[in-house]
C-alpha cells in the first residue's frame, strides 16, 4: 500500500478524495488523503490557484507521501492565461521540479479537472436529490437539460456564467446548494465508475492513480 497525496483546490475536493476516492483506490493498493491548497501565511486556506502555489505545495508534500498529485480547477486557474490543461500540468511539474530536493518526476503526477470539479457531478443529475430543500421537477429538468447539451460532463463550458458550478447555483433555490456539503454526497451516489464512464481525462488520472499502486484497474 502506497500513500498517496492530493493537493485539492478547496474543502469540498479534499472531501470528495477522502469520502469517494480513498476507498475506490484502496483494492488498486493506494492510500489516498486529500490536503487543501493553502498560502504560505496560512491565510489563505482553498481558491487562488496559481503554478507557483502548487509547486510549493507539492515541494512541501513531497518528502511526506510516497506519491504526489493534485486535484485543481482549470476553470479558476489564476495565472493561466492561454495555457492548455496539459501545458497547466506540465508546467506544475516543472516548478515542482525546481524548487524540490530529490524531486523524481514518476512520483508526482499533477491533475487539473475540466472545467471544474461540479461538471463531473452532472454525470447523474438525478442525484442532485440529495440537495433536499432545493429539489424539484424543474430543477430535475434544468439539470437534464445542461447534461444533455455537452458530449461529456467535462465539456461543459468556461466562463463567469456557465462554469459548472454558476449553472448549479443559478438552477437551485437561493441558499439550497452547499458545495462542500452537497458536492460530495452527490458524487458518492453517483459512484467512481460511472464517473469515470462520462469523463475521460478524470478516467486516465484515477487509472494512472491506480497504476502506482500496481492494482486493480478499472479497465
Avoid at 7 to 13: D, L, Q, R, V
Avoid at 101 to 128: A, C, K, S, W
Avoid at 178 to 192: R, V
Amino acid at each position: 500500500m502506497i500513500r498517496v497525496c492530493i493537493i485539492c483546490e478547496g474543502a469540498t475536493e479534499a472531501e470528495f478524495v477522502n469520502r469517494c476516492l480513498e476507498p475506490y483506490l484502496r483494492p488498486s493498493g493506494v492510500s489516498a488523503y486529500g490536503t487543501v491548497l493553502s498560502a504560505r501565511s496560512g491565510r489563505h486556506r482553498g481558491g487562488r490557484v496559481t503554478v507557483d502555489r502548487l509547486a510549493n505545495k507539492i515541494s512541501l508534500h513531497y518528502s511526506e507521501a510516497d506519491r504526489v498529485s493534485t486535484l485543481v480547477d482549470f476553470y479558476g486557474f489564476q495565472d493561466r492565461a492561454s495555457r492548455t490543461r496539459a501545458q497547466l500540468e506540465a508546467d506544475i511539474g516543472a516548478a515542482a521540479q525546481a524548487m524540490t530536493t530529490g524531486y523524481n518526476p514518476r512520483y508526482v503526477l499533477p491533475y487539473v479537472q475540466m472545467h471544474e470539479f461540479e461538471g463531473l457531478l452532472f454525470t447523474n443529475p438525478i442525484d442532485f436529490e440529495w440537495v433536499e430543500d432545493g429539489w424539484s421537477e424543474e430543477v430535475k429538468a434544468a439539470l437534464m437539460a445542461v447534461a444533455q447539451a455537452f458530449p461529456s460532463p467535462e465539456d461543459i463550458n468556461d466562463s463567469p456564467e456557465t462554469a459548472p458550478s454558476k449553472r448549479i447555483l443559478n438552477i437551485f433555490p437561493d441558499g439550497s446548494y452547499s458545495k462542500p456539503e452537497h458536492g460530495p454526497l452527490i458524487a458518492e451516489a453517483t459512484g467512481m465508475d460511472a464517473i469515470r464512464a462520462k469523463c475521460p481525462a478524470f478516467n486516465e488520472w484515477v487509472g494512472k492513480l491506480q497504476a502506482w499502486g500496481g492494482g486493480q484497474t478499472w479497465r
